[in-house]
């Protein structure tokens, strides 16, 4: 067993890297265990664009020089405000900053079990080694917390799907789909399909997939439309809904009531 380091990061996404950079720093022995960027490499659909402009999507590098920026100059991308930045510039950036950055305290194996002992923490990776460490940072994602509602959670996992599970949406190749929830991740879902000709994508309430009637403003414009009007956005507007996919999922079209607006309306961030 190896000796007793400083810190151990649990994951290599932009908290960990930026964790393990600054701990790197400040001359700590440290290890980050995890594939750097790995939710947004496989969690995240090819397409996508980042929300946050490109001067607020920096790595917390405690140098500041290893910026978005600066990955873009040196890999000619444009990266200039207005202009949103595609998950695999991201997805490059996050790999660039751990080579700099984080350099050989990288370890890209997963920790499967952490346990308290007397001096610290006992980590066992997923290929039994043990390391032994001061103290814990535990920055895995969001990707172990995905949510799926109880009521959707009956349908077989080839009929509704998490929107974290998709890295790319051809899978829907000529399916009609149908996006659950008006967070973030469904409007970009949405967004994307209808983007690669998938088919109308529509919300159902969440409600109605309980097969409650939706009583909602965003039903009365439906008024008059046939069951399957292209639709676009949820009748709240972006709100204060949930913005991580921990509340999105993609199913089959639900035969209860559809919330439908005109195909005229606006597309949501993602689009
Ligand atoms: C669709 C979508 C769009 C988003 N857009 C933006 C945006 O535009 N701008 C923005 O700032 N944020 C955005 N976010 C939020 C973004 O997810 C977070 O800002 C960022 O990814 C959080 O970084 P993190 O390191 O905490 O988590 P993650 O990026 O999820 O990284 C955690 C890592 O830990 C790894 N891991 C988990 N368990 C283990 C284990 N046991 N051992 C080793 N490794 C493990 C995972 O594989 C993962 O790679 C978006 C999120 C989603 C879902």
Redesign the pocket.
């Known amino acids: 067993m190896r000796a007793l380091i400083d810190v151990a990061v649990?994951?290599?996404?932009?908290?960990?890297?930026s964790a393990a950079a600054h701990a790197v720093s400040a001359g700590l022995d440290v290890r980050v265990?995890?594939?750097?960027?790995?939710?947004?490499e496989r969690?995240?659909?090819r397409g996508?664009?980042?929300?946050?402009e490109p001067a607020?999507?920096d790595l917390a590098d405690p140098r500041r020089v290893h910026t978005l920026d600066a990955y873009c100059r040196h890999e000619a991308l444009p990266c200039a405000y207005g202009h949103p930045?595609p998950v695999e510039t991201?997805t490059g950036y996050g790999r660039w900053f751990c080579e700099r950055a984080v350099g050989d305290a990288l370890e890209e194996?997963?920790?499967?079990e952490v346990r308290a002992t007397g001096d610290g923490f006992l980590l066992r990776t997923?290929c039994e080694q043990q390391v032994r460490a001061r103290a814990v940072v535990l920055?895995?994602?969001?990707?172990?917390f995905a949510r799926r509602p109880p009521v959707l959670a009956l349908l077989a996992p080839e009929l509704c799907s998490h929107?974290?599970e998709h890295d790319r949406l051809s899978r829907f190749a000529g399916a009609e789909v149908a996006v659950v929830g008006a967070g973030?991740?469904a409007l970009?879902t949405a967004a994307l399909l209808r983007e690669a000709g998938r088919g109308p994508p529509c919300w159902p309430a969440p409600r109605n997939c309980a097969g409650t009637p939706s009583p909602s403003p965003g039903a009365a414009r439906c008024a008059g439309s046939p069951r399957r009007t292209p639709a676009w956005a949820p009748d709240g507007g972006p709100g204060p809904g949930p913005?991580?996919?921990g509340s999105s999922a993609t199913c089959p079209p639900a035969p209860a009531t559809t919330r439908c607006a005109p195909r005229s309306a606006p597309p949501g961030p993602g689009g």
Do not use: N
């Open positions: 649990i994951g290599a996404g932009p908290y960990g890297l265990f995890g594939r750097p960027m790995r939710a947004w969690h995240m659909p996508m664009f980042l929300k946050s607020a999507s930045v991201f194996r997963d920790i499967a997923a920055a895995v994602g969001f990707v172990p929107s974290c973030q991740s970009e913005s991580t996919p």
